[in-house]
């Protein structure tokens, strides 16, 4: 568990490249610029292989300096003799990963995005039986970590074999089309997204650390059980609004700004009703769901589970319009408010956590968030949405 933890980086170790090609792939498909998917798809392959290759010998230079079993602090003697083995599996996994997952943002750039679901799941079943076989076979970590973390690695492989060789082999990267100034192009993209990125991964995953920093560790599963809970629902908004990243980029590309109009309007107004009915009916079986999980050890307060619900609607309707908002690369009034809101939201927190307990974390992520966030980003979306330029039209 220790080792899986570091798959917390893998939104952060492309740079945002991931995100800057699938806005780029997107803005060229509007434009019919097939040369230019291609120039970005190669681009960025060249620059995910020189980081996954760059990455790999600083492990390997620091692996033998650092004693990673202390690190880790086991104590067994099975455990510190696999530790650095299991490393070097998942690192090469994750390296590896890096470069091959250019299919997947290519596929969500041209509003393919099921074959990258379809390949996802095949994977995680594939790990699943991995995992189940690894423990029935009683093997060592190395090989455990194997099975979990290579069999994703290798359904992205075959991903890309059969779009690239077989379905879309015009697409195939090629050092060739790498461009200089395309990469330049991807990189500046990515390089928003990534911090943007870094901002809000701090302001949305530290409520496990503040709960244990300032309530004590033994009431973290007080608050993390119902949180996972309704992150369910987010989740679910989540698959729904995706889609509509790549769509928004290309649509602003061609100018179809009713188009866009429209489709921000409906995705918002669809996710509030939807994330709304099922947080209500979350809420009121919340407690009996909870002791059928947890038993009744884990007996969260009401206010808690109230705040937790009406976050999960807002945090819902905050992906319908972070999709517009990154299909468009209206990025830089992101960042700006979600550093605010990041900082805030922290300070908030700990600040209600010693007031109400763990039931004041959602509130506090309720109101930075709601007045530092989502209120300025609906009066600059508003305003930005009416400097979006109509198609030309023929005389």
């Not at 740079?15 to 798809?41: M, Y």
């Not at 790498?178 to 330049?184: E, G, L, M, Q, R």
């Not at 911090?195 to 993390?224: C, H, K, M």
């Given at each position: 568990?220790?080792?899986?933890?570091?798959?917390?980086?893998?939104?952060?170790?492309d740079?945002?490249?991931?995100?800057?090609?699938l806005?780029?792939?997107?803005r060229?498909?509007?434009?019919?610029?097939?040369?230019?998917?291609?120039?970005?798809?190669s681009?960025?392959?060249?620059s995910?292989?020189?980081?996954?290759?760059?990455m790999?010998?600083?492990?390997?230079v620091?692996?033998?300096?650092?004693?990673?079993?202390d690190?880790?602090?086991?104590?067994s003697?099975?455990?510190?003799?696999?530790?650095g083995p299991?490393?070097?599996?998942?690192t090469?996994?994750?390296?590896?990963?890096?470069?091959?997952?250019?299919?997947?943002?290519?596929?969500?750039?041209l509003?393919?995005?099921f074959?990258?679901?379809?390949?996802?799941?095949a994977?995680?079943?594939?790990?699943?039986?991995?995992?189940?076989?690894?423990?029935w076979?009683?093997?060592g970590l190395?090989?455990?970590?194997c099975?979990?973390?290579?069999a994703?690695l290798?359904?992205?492989?075959?991903?890309?074999?059969f779009?690239?060789?077989?379905?879309?082999?015009?697409?195939r990267?090629r050092w060739?089309?790498?461009?200089?100034?395309?990469?330049?192009?991807v990189?500046?993209?990515?390089?928003?997204?990534?911090?943007?990125?870094?901002?809000?991964?701090?302001?949305?995953?530290?409520?496990?650390v503040v709960v244990?920093?300032?309530?004590g560790?033994?009431n973290?599963?007080?608050?993390?059980?119902?949180?996972?809970?309704?992150?369910?629902?987010?989740?679910?908004?989540?698959?729904?609004?995706t889609?509509?990243?790549?769509?928004?980029?290309?649509?602003?590309?061609r100018?179809?700004?009713?188009?866009?109009?429209?489709?921000?309007y409906?995705?918002?107004?669809?996710?509030?009703l939807?994330?709304?009915?099922?947080?209500?009916?979350l809420?009121?079986?919340?407690?009996?769901?909870?002791?059928?999980?947890?038993?009744p050890?884990v007996n969260?307060?009401?206010?808690?589970?109230?705040?937790?619900a009406?976050?999960?609607v807002m945090?819902s309707?905050g992906?319908?319009?972070?999709?517009f908002l990154?299909?468009?690369?209206?990025?830089?009034?992101?960042?700006?408010?979600a550093g605010?809101?990041?900082?805030s939201?922290?300070t908030?927190?700990?600040?209600?956590?010693?007031r109400?307990?763990?039931?004041?974390?959602p509130?506090?992520t309720i109101?930075?968030?709601g007045l530092l966030?989502?209120?300025?980003l609906m009066f600059?979306?508003?305003?930005?949405?009416?400097?979006l330029?109509?198609?030309?039209?023929?005389?």
């Amino acid at each position: 568990m220790a080792i899986s933890s570091f798959l917390a980086i893998a939104g952060f170790a492309d740079f945002g490249l991931g995100n800057g090609l699938l806005n780029s792939i997107a803005r060229a498909q509007g434009k019919d610029d097939t040369e230019g998917v291609k120039r970005a798809l190669s681009s960025a392959f060249a620059s995910l292989c020189f980081i996954s290759a760059l990455m790999l010998v600083l492990f390997f230079v620091a692996y033998r300096f650092v004693p990673w079993a202390d690190f880790f602090r086991v104590t067994s003697a099975t455990a510190r003799l696999e530790t650095g083995p299991t490393l070097i599996v998942f690192t090469l996994c994750f390296a590896l990963n890096l470069p091959a997952g250019v299919v997947q943002r290519a596929q969500m750039g041209l509003q393919e995005g099921f074959r990258t679901n379809t390949w996802q799941l095949a994977g995680s079943l594939l790990a699943l039986m991995g995992l189940f076989m690894g423990i029935w076979f009683r093997v060592g970590l190395p090989v455990l970590v194997c099975a979990i973390a290579g069999a994703p690695l290798v359904a992205t492989a075959l991903n890309a074999f059969f779009f690239f060789g077989v379905r879309r082999p015009d697409l195939r990267p090629r050092w060739s089309l790498v461009s200089i100034d395309t990469t330049k192009q991807v990189m500046s993209i990515g390089g928003l997204f990534f911090i943007l990125q870094i901002v809000v991964a701090v302001a949305y995953s530290a409520d496990s650390v503040v709960v244990a920093r300032t309530l004590g560790a033994v009431n973290v599963p007080e608050y993390v059980i119902p949180q996972r809970m309704f992150s369910l629902i987010t989740t679910m908004a989540a698959m729904f609004v995706t889609p509509l990243w790549p769509a928004y980029a290309e649509a602003i590309s061609r100018g179809d700004t009713v188009w866009v109009r429209r489709s921000l309007y409906r995705s918002m107004v669809i996710v509030l009703l939807l994330t709304g009915a099922v947080s209500l009916l979350l809420l009121l079986a919340s407690h009996k769901l909870i002791y059928w999980w947890a038993g009744p050890t884990v007996n969260p307060p009401m206010l808690l589970l109230v705040g937790l619900a009406i976050w999960t609607v807002m945090e819902s309707c905050g992906s319908a319009l972070a999709a517009f908002l990154n299909g468009s690369g209206f990025l830089y009034f992101q960042i700006v408010t979600a550093g605010i809101f990041g900082i805030s939201c922290i300070t908030a927190k700990i600040y209600l956590a010693r007031r109400l307990g763990i039931a004041g974390l959602p509130w506090a992520t309720i109101i930075t968030w709601g007045l530092l966030n989502f209120i300025p980003l609906m009066f600059y979306v508003r305003w930005r949405l009416g400097r979006l330029h109509p198609p030309m039209t023929s005389a």
